[in-house]
């Protein structure tokens, strides 16, 4: 697939573009989320999520707990019926299992490992590769047989992203990393807008240039917070700068300390102002990622904030274009822009210049579309009707009167579809859309999961790129 792996649930086929309510769905398939749920049972990635596995014609099917954070049962294979009765036993053991699969070192262990690795002199600066963490000596005998790198300087330090290496599982944790391009425009853009704190969810990247650029100008100065449920990450980071957490329940790993912690930076005070940035996996699935923003949207709105009080959180949600009616479902503030995001370690995500393909990941953002400024010398222009800055491609079509395309090519308008459509597509008079000619056609209530849109499958999407 185009994209990072595809959610679990769409396995079967749910929430095709628009239309997710899961009765909806019913008659078609496949588990579906129903959401976190209070007294959830709980794997070692905290509160699983309720799902509802449906068949074929029927409207309600059996609910099932599953694990929030793996969409592969490799990786967690928890999996209890709603109604099952669980055994105390079972319980305990289930505690025990939780329990053993947290990390080997606490987060306030790794702190301290940290200061003792930055005493040490170059020399004795080793970095596992296998075990992916730092070496005291006293250690190193037990990974004499593991490969590693010596002389670990402060800058290697400094660009954790670049020293481990990126978690791969497509299902469970594709971890891509933005370009420099990517990652600077972001930060440049966030400082030009006055923002002076960033809560950078699943965003190591952005944090980490944050945290080297705060040494740097005073005036200027930016902090972040970096929650993800990459542990590894937790050995350059204190406390105060990073949080193990789930963003597919809204789970501190910490507990209330933790907490507290992501409250207290998300409090305004000199009159820093906060945004949230975060890059999910594109697996995941939306609905539970949305709700969890929701939480952490609340979480800033409860610390006492002055004024309107009917405002949100500044957010920046980076996601695939194809997503957008998805995201509006959930944010309908929201807009997307046209920037393209690209990323170092994904061939096929690279900028249109250099990449052999246009990266389909935009930013979607709860700010007036008329702030944003996009670099001109990357072909990006204003468009004065509009009132935001659109791809050189998009073209301001006079009957939609607004700049239409969606990837960045020239869109064309179909008449009969009353609306812009990609310059490949076609009207089809059975489908009465318009579509690939390549399209197989179908009957009207066949949508493609990807885009919602009727007249061909998930996996002739127009919105996917395959290799
Ligand atoms: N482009 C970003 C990285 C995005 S990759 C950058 O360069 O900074 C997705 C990120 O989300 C990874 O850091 C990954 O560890 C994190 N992630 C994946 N699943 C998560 C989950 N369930 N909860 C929190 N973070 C998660
Ligand atoms: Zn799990
Ligand atoms: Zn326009
Ligand atoms: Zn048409
Ligand atoms: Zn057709």
């Given at each position: 697939?185009?994209?990072?792996?595809?959610?679990?649930?769409?396995?079967?086929?749910?929430?095709?573009?628009?239309?997710?309510?899961?009765?909806?769905?019913?008659?078609?398939?496949?588990?579906?989320?129903?959401?976190?749920?209070?007294?959830?049972?709980?794997?070692?990635?905290?509160?699983?999520?309720?799902?509802?596995?449906?068949?074929?014609?029927?409207?309600?099917?059996?609910?099932?707990?599953?694990?929030?954070?793996?969409?592969?049962?490799?990786?967690?294979?928890?999996?209890?019926?709603?109604?099952?009765?669980?055994?105390?036993?079972?319980?305990?053991?289930?505690?025990?299992?939780?329990?053993?699969?947290?990390?080997?070192f606490?987060?306030?262990q790794n702190v301290e490992r940290y200061k003792n690795f930055v005493q040490l002199p170059l020399s004795k600066r080793r970095f596992c590769q296998?075990c992916q963490q730092l070496l005291l000596p006293a250690e190193w005998e037990k990974h004499s047989?593991h490969?590693f790198l010596c002389d670990i300087s402060t800058a290697q330090l400094k660009s954790p992203?670049?020293l481990l290496?990126?978690?791969?599982?497509?299902?469970?944790?594709?971890?891509?990393?933005?370009?420099?391009?990517?990652?600077?425009?972001?930060?440049?853009?966030?400082?030009?807008?006055?923002?002076?704190?960033?809560?950078?969810?699943?965003?190591?990247?952005?944090?980490?240039?944050?945290?080297?650029?705060?040494?740097?100008?005073?005036?200027?100065?930016?902090?972040?917070?970096?929650?993800?449920?990459?542990?590894?990450?937790s050995q350059f980071y204190t406390?105060?700068?990073?949080?193990?957490?789930?963003?597919?329940?809204?789970?501190?790993?910490?507990?209330?300390?933790?907490?507290?912690?992501?409250?207290?930076?998300?409090?305004?005070?000199?009159?820093?102002?906060?945004?949230?940035?975060?890059?999910?996996?594109?697996?995941?699935?939306?609905?539970?990622?949305?709700?969890?923003?929701?939480?952490?949207?609340?979480?800033?709105?409860?610390?006492?904030?002055?004024?309107?009080?009917?405002?949100?959180?500044?957010?920046?949600?980076?996601?695939?274009?194809?997503?957008?009616?998805?995201?509006?479902?959930?944010?309908?503030?929201?807009?997307?822009?046209?920037?393209?995001?690209?990323?170092?370690?994904?061939?096929?995500?690279?900028?249109?210049?250099?990449?052999?393909?246009?990266?389909?990941?935009?930013?979607?953002?709860?700010?007036?579309?008329?702030?944003?400024?996009?670099?001109?010398?990357?072909?990006?222009?204003?468009?004065?009707?509009?009132?935001?800055?659109?791809?050189?491609?998009?073209?301001?079509?006079?009957?939609?009167?607004?700049?239409?395309?969606?990837?960045?090519?020239?869109?064309?308008?179909?008449?009969?579809?009353?609306?812009?459509?990609?310059?490949?597509?076609?009207?089809?008079?059975?489908?009465?859309?318009?579509?690939?000619?390549?399209?197989?056609?179908?009957?009207?209530?066949?949508?493609?999961?990807?885009?919602?849109?009727?007249?061909?499958?998930?996996?002739?999407?127009?919105?996917?790129?395959?290799?």
């Amino acid at each position: 697939e185009g994209c990072r792996g595809l959610p679990r649930a769409a396995e079967g086929c749910r929430g095709r573009g628009r239309n997710m309510a899961a009765s909806a769905v019913g008659s078609l398939c496949g588990p579906a989320l129903l959401g976190a749920v209070p007294g959830a049972p709980r794997c070692p990635h905290g509160p699983a999520l309720l799902f509802v596995k449906t068949s074929q014609g029927k409207e309600e099917g059996r609910r099932f707990y599953a694990c929030s954070a793996c969409r592969d049962r490799k990786d967690c294979n928890f999996f209890q019926w709603e109604d099952e009765k669980v055994s105390e036993t079972r319980l305990a053991a289930r505690e025990e299992y939780n329990r053993n699969h947290q990390p080997s070192f606490t987060h306030r262990q790794n702190v301290e490992r940290y200061k003792n690795f930055v005493q040490l002199p170059l020399s004795k600066r080793r970095f596992c590769q296998e075990c992916q963490q730092l070496l005291l000596p006293a250690e190193w005998e037990k990974h004499s047989n593991h490969q590693f790198l010596c002389d670990i300087s402060t800058a290697q330090l400094k660009s954790p992203s670049q020293l481990l290496y990126p978690l791969e599982n497509k299902k469970t944790n594709a971890q891509y990393l933005f370009t420099d391009r990517s990652c600077q425009f972001l930060l440049d853009l966030i400082i030009d807008l006055g923002f002076r704190r960033v809560l950078s969810v699943g965003t190591p990247r952005l944090h980490e240039m944050i945290q080297s650029n705060a040494s740097q100008e005073e005036d200027f100065r930016v902090r972040s917070l970096l929650l993800d449920i990459d542990f590894r990450y937790s050995q350059f980071y204190t406390e105060d700068e990073f949080c193990h957490y789930n963003m597919f329940n809204h789970y501190f790993f910490g507990g209330e300390a933790a907490h507290e912690t992501c409250r207290k930076f998300l409090h305004e005070d000199n009159g820093e102002r906060v945004i949230m940035v975060t890059d999910p996996p594109f697996g995941g699935l939306v609905e539970a990622l949305a709700s969890s923003f929701k939480k952490l949207m609340s979480m800033w709105m409860e610390t006492g904030k002055e004024g309107p009080n009917n405002q949100e959180m500044p957010m920046f949600w980076i996601f695939p274009y194809f997503f957008e009616s998805r995201i509006l479902e959930f944010f309908p503030s929201f807009s997307m822009m046209d920037y393209q995001v690209d990323y170092d370690n994904h061939a096929l995500y690279k900028h249109g210049k250099t990449g052999r393909r246009q990266s389909p990941v935009r930013i979607f953002m709860n700010l007036t579309p008329s702030m944003i400024v996009l670099p001109v010398e990357e072909g990006y222009r204003f468009c004065a009707i509009c009132q935001r800055y659109v791809s050189s491609g998009n073209q301001h079509c006079e009957i939609c009167n607004s700049c239409t395309s969606k990837d960045g090519r020239r869109w064309k308008h179909c008449g009969l579809c009353k609306k812009c459509v990609k310059p490949s597509w076609f009207h089809c008079n059975i489908c009465n859309c318009c579509a690939l000619q390549t399209h197989t056609c179908e009957k009207a209530d066949a949508g493609c999961f990807i885009c919602g849109k009727a007249g061909h499958k998930r996996s002739a999407c127009p919105s996917l790129s395959h290799t």
